[in-house]
């Protein structure tokens, strides 16, 4: 047995600001139930430097990198090569360094996807799905959604053309563009199977003007935002009947899934879902 140490492979997460994120502890986690020999920290880039920071922890010897606002953009152009996923996003929050090749991933959309079925046990396939807000959290989760065949997905947002130009995007690769309507927040007829909101308004305490008629007694809200208390959106929904969920999920399986792009080993979730869900 060769009892040489291994040197761990280093791997980071870029942002700006950065102290807030939870990813190291996530990463830490996953390394030690997998046996990976990994390394992972914080690393504040300049709002101007991130191509830079990128390059440079490479030449280091990292081997990938998370990538959190406000640099996505901005690992979305440093990348040599996008997978499907990323390119359709037009976003990257994963990088994988290999050679000269800079991989660039977006792994949200699978992170939702998998917080949707696996934690919440809810299905996709075949249901309605309302998706509010048309920017960067919503563009990086449409096509992981579509790939369950939901008999619906409305992607509803203030600026309707905006929310339209998404639909253009992704319309012409189903077999069944119908699928997919865009419109304004007041416009969702009916009730809904799953409400996820991709918008920014939770932050403000904000909520967007959206029908209650969207929620009932099946109905699974999801807020990509998360904190210790309930959003304001999670609170309107539950008081109209929907089963409520914050994006903490989301956090973790999409963290998975980088480690997964990564290592090639895919971690076990819950129970850490659970340890960071009572430090909340």
């Known amino acids: 047995m060769n009892t040489q140490e291994i040197t761990p492979d280093q791997y980071c997460v870029f942002g700006n600001p950065i102290a807030h994120s939870k990813s190291p502890l996530i990463h830490a986690a996953f390394a030690l139930q997998t046996g990976e020999p990994v390394i992972y920290e914080r690393r504040l880039a300049p709002l101007d430097g991130f191509a830079l920071a990128a390059r440079s922890f490479a030449a280091e010897g990292g081997k990938g990198a998370n990538v959190t606002v406000p ?18 996003a037009g976003a990257v929050n994963t990088l994988r360094f290999d050679g000269d090749v800079i991989l660039g991933d ?3 959309g699978a992170g939702l996807v998998a917080d ?28 992981p959604l579509l790939e369950q065949g939901p008999q619906e997905l409305f992607i509803a947002n203030r600026t309707v053309a905006t929310a339209e130009a998404l639909v ?11 699928q997919l309507r865009a419109g304004g927040f007041e416009q969702p007829d009916g009730q809904f199977d799953i409400v996820i909101n991709a918008t920014s308004a939770s932050l ?16 699974l809200a999801l807020d990509m935002m998360y904190g210790a208390q309930p959003t304001v959106f999670m609170d309107f929904a539950a008081q109209h009947g929907a089963q409520v969920r914050d994006g903490l999920g989301m956090l973790v399986e999409q963290a998975a899934e980088a480690f997964y792009v990564w290592r090639g080993v895919r971690p076990q979730t819950q129970d850490l879902l659970a340890q960071l869900r009572g430090a909340l």
């Open 71 to 88: 640099f996505k953009l901005d690992a979305c152009a440093l990348a040599t090569q996008l997978t499907p996923r990323a390119r359709a």
């Open 106 to 108: 977006n792994t949200d």
């Open 116 to 143: 949707i079925l696996r934690n919440a046990g809810v299905p996709i396939t075949g249901k309605r799905v309302l998706l509010l807000g048309a920017g960067g959290a919503a563009r990086g989760v449409v096509l």
């Open 168 to 178: 253009t995007q992704f319309a012409e690769s189903l077999s069944h563009p119908e």
């Open 204 to 219: 403000a305490g904000d909520l967007p003007p959206v029908p209650v008629t969207i929620f009932g007694r099946r109905t």
